[in-house]
Protein backbone atom coordinates (compact mmCIF):
# COMPACT_ATOMS: atom_id res chain seq x y z
CA UNK A 1 0.00 0.00 0.00
CA UNK A 2 1.87 3.56 -1.13
CA UNK A 3 1.59 6.25 1.28
CA UNK A 4 2.36 9.86 0.99
CA UNK A 5 2.80 12.21 4.07
CA UNK A 6 3.08 16.01 3.22
CA UNK A 7 4.61 18.58 5.56
CA UNK A 8 5.73 21.97 5.87
CA UNK A 9 2.44 24.34 4.96
CA UNK A 10 1.87 27.34 6.77
CA UNK A 11 1.01 30.97 6.68
CA UNK A 12 4.12 32.84 5.24
CA UNK A 13 4.29 36.70 4.55
CA UNK A 14 4.60 37.53 0.71
CA UNK A 15 8.30 37.21 -0.72
CA UNK A 16 8.84 34.17 2.31
CA UNK A 17 9.64 30.98 1.63
CA UNK A 18 8.79 27.42 2.07
CA UNK A 19 9.69 23.91 1.83
CA UNK A 20 7.45 20.94 1.51
CA UNK A 21 8.10 17.34 1.70
CA UNK A 22 6.10 14.07 1.16
CA UNK A 23 7.51 11.03 2.73
CA UNK A 24 6.61 8.29 0.91
CA UNK A 25 6.19 4.56 1.55
CA UNK A 26 5.32 1.53 0.50
CA UNK A 27 7.04 1.53 -3.45
CA UNK A 28 10.09 1.69 -4.62
CA UNK A 29 9.84 5.60 -5.52
CA UNK A 30 12.87 5.72 -7.60
CA UNK A 31 9.78 4.20 -10.36
CA UNK A 32 7.77 6.37 -9.98
CA UNK A 33 6.71 9.86 -11.54
CA UNK A 34 6.64 11.96 -8.37
CA UNK A 35 5.00 16.01 -8.14
CA UNK A 36 3.25 18.49 -6.53
CA UNK A 37 -0.18 19.51 -7.23
CA UNK A 38 -2.68 22.42 -5.46
CA UNK A 39 -5.74 23.14 -5.35
CA UNK A 40 -7.15 26.86 -4.45
CA UNK A 41 -10.71 27.44 -2.77
CA UNK A 42 -13.60 27.23 -5.95
CA UNK A 43 -10.73 26.05 -8.24
CA UNK A 44 -9.46 22.86 -10.22
CA UNK A 45 -6.04 20.78 -9.30
CA UNK A 46 -3.80 21.89 -11.15
CA UNK A 47 0.66 21.09 -11.63
CA UNK A 48 2.88 22.42 -9.88
CA UNK A 49 5.91 20.98 -11.03
CA UNK A 50 6.67 16.88 -11.08
CA UNK A 51 9.91 14.96 -11.37
CA UNK A 52 10.56 12.21 -13.32
CA UNK A 53 12.57 11.46 -16.44
CA UNK A 54 12.43 15.20 -16.89
CA UNK A 55 11.27 18.24 -14.48
CA UNK A 56 8.75 20.13 -15.98
CA UNK A 57 7.42 23.48 -13.76
CA UNK A 58 3.73 25.13 -14.22
CA UNK A 59 4.85 28.53 -16.53
CA UNK A 60 2.93 30.32 -12.87
CA UNK A 61 6.06 28.89 -10.59
CA UNK A 62 9.17 28.48 -13.09
CA UNK A 63 12.29 30.46 -11.56
CA UNK A 64 10.29 30.79 -7.66
CA UNK A 65 10.08 27.20 -7.16
CA UNK A 66 12.54 23.41 -7.22
CA UNK A 67 11.23 20.11 -7.07
CA UNK A 68 13.60 17.66 -5.82
CA UNK A 69 13.79 13.99 -4.36
CA UNK A 70 15.53 11.34 -2.66
CA UNK A 71 14.87 8.15 -4.12
CA UNK A 72 16.47 6.29 -0.93
CA UNK A 73 14.39 8.30 1.41
CA UNK A 74 11.21 7.99 -0.61
CA UNK A 75 10.80 11.52 -0.13
CA UNK A 76 9.91 14.50 -2.68
CA UNK A 77 10.53 18.06 -1.68
CA UNK A 78 9.37 21.45 -3.12
CA UNK A 79 11.28 24.67 -2.55
CA UNK A 80 9.40 27.83 -2.80
CA UNK A 81 10.92 31.03 -2.81
CA UNK A 82 9.40 34.47 -3.78
CA UNK A 83 5.60 33.07 -2.20
CA UNK A 84 3.03 35.51 -3.39
CA UNK A 85 -1.04 35.40 -2.35
CA UNK A 86 -1.69 33.52 -5.39
CA UNK A 87 0.26 30.93 -4.19
CA UNK A 88 -2.46 29.91 -1.85
CA UNK A 89 -3.81 26.29 -1.89
CA UNK A 90 -3.63 23.27 -0.60
CA UNK A 91 -0.49 21.42 -1.85
CA UNK A 92 -0.89 17.86 -2.53
CA UNK A 93 2.10 15.08 -3.12
CA UNK A 94 1.40 12.81 -6.27
CA UNK A 95 2.91 9.38 -6.62
CA UNK A 96 2.33 8.58 -10.58
CA UNK A 97 3.28 4.65 -11.97
CA UNK A 98 3.10 4.42 -15.75
CA UNK A 99 2.90 0.52 -16.31
CA UNK A 100 1.56 -2.01 -19.31
CA UNK A 101 -1.52 -2.08 -18.02
CA UNK A 102 -2.16 1.37 -16.89
CA UNK A 103 -1.23 4.14 -14.76
CA UNK A 104 -1.33 4.05 -11.03
CA UNK A 105 -2.03 7.40 -8.84
CA UNK A 106 -1.25 8.13 -5.43
CA UNK A 107 -2.22 11.15 -3.68
CA UNK A 108 -1.32 12.53 0.04
CA UNK A 109 -3.87 13.88 2.25
CA UNK A 110 -2.31 17.94 1.20
CA UNK A 111 -0.74 20.36 3.65
CA UNK A 112 -1.99 24.03 3.89
CA UNK A 113 -0.09 26.81 2.40
CA UNK A 114 -1.15 30.91 2.93
CA UNK A 115 0.67 33.68 1.59
CA UNK A 116 -0.58 36.52 3.32
CA UNK A 117 0.35 39.85 5.26
Known amino acids: QVQLVESGGGLVQPGGSLTLSCAGS????????MGWYRQAPENQRELVAV?????HYADSVKGRFTISRDNAKGTVYLQMNSLKPEDTAVYYCNARLNTDDGRYDYWGQGTQVTVSS
Open 51 to 55: SGAMI
Open 26 to 33: GAIFSSYV
